[in-house]
């Protein structure tokens, strides 16, 4: 028996078959029928192609019954399930089961099988559930947690911050602080199998890192103490002071250690030059400075172990050296 060969094409026909071959979904179609073309045998095409004998047949007698049309259908077999059965069982899976009387609060897809079967009388398996959920968009995803400032002054206050920012010549500076405690810290890794860390591990001593995010400039300034406290925070201000002899903008949070935002004794010993701007409540997401904390935490502690806060302190250090040589680079 003559294996089969693609018929001869007319040039309409060339033209298009070798003009697709570059298509990434269809093109494999496309070069069965041009090796075939060329004269090269099935067993051969297959070889070439990483694909089974029967598939390449498949397409060259479709090609010659069809033509070059049947080169742009789709693979694979027509839905099984009428379009009204899949918007009810969608229906379902985004209705929270307590209002349909069940006794759970979460669908999974056995549970899904099991009541599209009963209420819906259709023979269904949760893989095909799942597929028909995947294909209208849905994902089993879990709620999350967001922070939402209940500040009254919310906009007025983060007008200010934002014209701040856009003051031409001006310094503005975020201010956080962390707590680095020496100890073995966690973090993912390439691994067969999960470090285990104790929860209550001995801790070896602990600093506190104050620190300044220059907005423009993308400077970090850094002062570490032993304890937390108002007293190492207007320290840290007069420091700044000192170095920065412009008028220097301080936005910060509303932690305790902070001065209050009315005037008070507190507000009286900050340094002329340095005008204190307070963030919204509960806002951590606007303050910068905790995109450095976030980069410290994941890039100097994680996956390592401390032996004493000298040695915590020292690589936190070393990091924010090479972070103020990049920023001035790009500056």
């Known amino acids: 028996m003559r294996l089969p060969f693609a018929r001869k094409l007319t040039r309409n026909e060339r033209d298009t078959v070798y003009g697709l071959i570059d298509n990434k979904e269809i093109g494999y179609r496309a070069l069965i029928i041009a090796l075939s073309h060329e004269g090269q045998e099935v067993r051969e095409i297959a070889r070439k192609l ?52 069940l006794p759970f609060s979460t669908w999974s897809l056995r549970k899904l099988e099991y009541y599209a079967r009963r209420k819906l009388d259709v023979d ?17 995803r879990k709620a999350r947690r967001k922070l939402v400032s209940n500040d009254p002054e919310y906009e007025a206050k983060m007008t200010r911050i934002r ?60 002062r570490f103490f032993e304890k937390l406290g108002k007293k190492n925070f207007f320290t840290c201000l007069r420091w700044i002071s000192g170095k920065l002899d412009d008028v220097v903008y301080v936005i910060l949070d509303n932690a305790p250690i902070h001065p209050k935002p009315t005037i008070d004794a507190d507000t009286e010993r900050t340094p002329e030059n340095v005008r204190l701007v307070f963030l919204p409540k509960y806002s951590p997401k606007d303050n910068r400075a905790e995109d450095v904390f976030s980069l410290i935490q994941k890039e100097v502690l994680d996956n390592r172990k401390f032996s004493g806060t000298p040695e915590v302190i020292a690589a936190v250090r070393k990091w924010i050296r090479n972070f103020d040589r990049r920023a001035l680079k790009c500056n």
């Open 50 to 101: 990483n694909m089974h004998p029967v598939n390449v047949r498949k397409w060259i007698r479709k090609f010659n019954e069809e033509g070059p049309k049947c080169l742009y259908s789709k693979a694979g077999r027509k839905p099984k399930f009428h379009r009204s059965v899949e918007k009810k069982l969608l229906r379902i899976a985004i209705t929270k089961p307590h209002k349909l009387n």
């Open 163 to 222: 014209r701040l920012l856009k003051k031409p010549n001006s310094v503005v500076l975020f201010q956080d602080e962390r707590a680095l405690v020496a100890k073995e810290y966690l973090g993912y890794e390439w691994c067969f199998k999960a470090k285990v860390v104790k929860a209550n591990q001995k801790i070896k001593g602990k600093a506190y890192l104050y620190g300044f995010l220059d907005a423009h400039s993308r400077r970090f300034y850094a």
């Open 124 to 140: 269904i398996s949760h893989m095909q559930i799942k597929k028909i959920l995947t294909k209208y968009g849905l994902r089993f």
